[in-house]
């Protein structure tokens, strides 16, 4: 068990491009989450998946943000057409197995908009 | 986006103090989380607290699940350097879903 792995820890882009970032959760992890945090804040919820299925998504996850986790494994965040307020740490984090309710957290990514 | 209030925002301490957080939130909670993150990391895991009235302690650290289940309290005995960071509390609201939401966090700064 390696934990909960992202990639990549950084990105610089330029306003307008698209970014795409990668989650590895714990292997027998079923629920998987993303959050956002900038600057001095706490982590703002985005969405969650269970298994393949995602089941609820924040406000903040406006139409330039999509997720996917296609076979209940890994996932993906993607942003288009980047802007300068998505310039944030990334953070995405597991739970799983019958009665967890912890979350384990990777790294994350830290996105900045030029 | 929700989160919880956590008070205070930051503090400076001497080594070799205590130190007490807390965390309110409008909701009723079934599960408090108290995480401890440093820059440029992804937050860490110190306390999960399931229960009214728990107190459950790691190492120095104790955490409190508050009676009416609205609030949790964080103390950290006999600070170190290495205890420098932000704190952050986290749960599901008993609302029916799995969304954790997190709190607004605290800063912990130690003079040694």
């Known amino acids: 068990d390696t934990g909960v792995s992202q990639d990549p820890r950084h990105k610089i882009t330029k306003r307008g491009q698209n970014v795409t970032f990668r989650c590895d959760p714990i292997?027998?992890?079923?629920?998987l989450y993303w959050y956002r945090q900038t600057l001095g804040q706490g982590p703002e919820f985005l969405t969650y998946?269970?298994?393949?299925?995602?089941?609820?998504k924040s406000r903040l996850l406006s139409d330039r943000f999509s997720a996917e986790r296609p076979k209940g494994s890994f996932s993906t965040l993607e942003i288009q057409r980047t802007e300068q307020g998505d310039s944030a740490m990334y953070l995405c984090a597991s739970i799983g197995g019958f009665g967890a309710n912890v979350l384990t957290f990777g790294a994350g990514s830290r996105l900045t908009v030029l | 986006g929700q989160q919880l209030n956590q008070s205070p925002q930051s503090m400076f301490i001497q080594e070799g103090e205590d130190v007490s957080m807390n965390c309110t939130s409008s909701s009723i909670f079934n599960t408090w989380l108290w995480y401890k993150q440093e820059p440029g990391e992804g937050p860490v895991l110190l306390i999960a607290l399931y229960k009214a009235g728990e107190l459950t302690s790691n190492g120095r650290l104790t955490a409190q699940f508050g009676i009416t289940r609205k609030d949790s309290f964080l103390n950290i005995s006999a600070s170190i350097p290495s205890d420098v960071g932000i704190y952050f509390c986290?749960?599901?609201?008993?609302?029916?879903?799995?969304?954790?939401?997190f709190g607004t966090g605290t800063r912990l700064k130690v003079l040694a």
């Open positions: 292997s027998e992890h079923n629920r």
């Open positions: 986290a749960g599901p609201p008993l609302s029916g879903t799995y969304k954790y939401i």
């Open positions: 998946f269970q298994n393949e299925a995602q089941l609820e």
